[in-house]
């Protein structure tokens, strides 16, 4: 996947994520307002998003440093299967 510091800034990411929507069911647990709610949901969605591209651009940089190693074929094939990837992201994001 990513070099070992991306992979950490990723989980670092991801960990804080996971203490946000923690705090989320709290708060809807609590009976905290609609707005403060929703607020705090835009808010992890904004840091999914952020998350999801540093896990792109680590992945870009794999398939094009593999696709650089290998014969025309396969590299051709390299491509297609990070274009389906990027294209099923972009329809969930």
Same mark, same amino acid.
């Given at each position: 996947?990513?070099?070992? @510091?991306?992979?950490?800034?990723?989980?670092? @990411?991801?960990?804080?994520?996971?203490?946000?929507? @923690?705090? +989320?069911?709290?708060?809807?647990?609590?009976?905290?307002?609609?707005?403060?709610?929703? &607020?705090?949901?835009?808010?992890? /969605?904004?840091?999914?998003?952020?998350?999801?591209?540093?896990? +792109?651009?680590?992945?870009?940089?794999?398939?094009?440093?593999?696709?650089?190693?290998? &014969?025309?074929?396969?590299? &051709?094939? /390299?491509? @297609?299967?990070?274009?389906?990837?990027?294209?099923?992201?972009?329809?969930?994001?």
């Amino acid at each position: 996947m990513e070099s070992g @510091r991306q992979k950490k800034e990723i989980l670092m @990411r991801l960990k804080r994520i996971e203490g946000q929507l @923690r705090g +989320v069911q709290r708060m809807v647990e609590q009976g905290v307002s609609c707005s403060d709610i929703l &607020t705090q949901v835009a808010a992890a /969605t904004a840091a999914m998003k952020k998350a999801g591209m540093a896990i +792109v651009e680590g992945y870009m940089e794999e398939c094009l440093e593999k696709s650089r190693q290998e &014969t025309a074929p396969k590299r &051709t094939e /390299t491509l @297609r299967e990070f274009q389906k990837a990027m294209a099923r992201y972009m329809d969930w994001a």
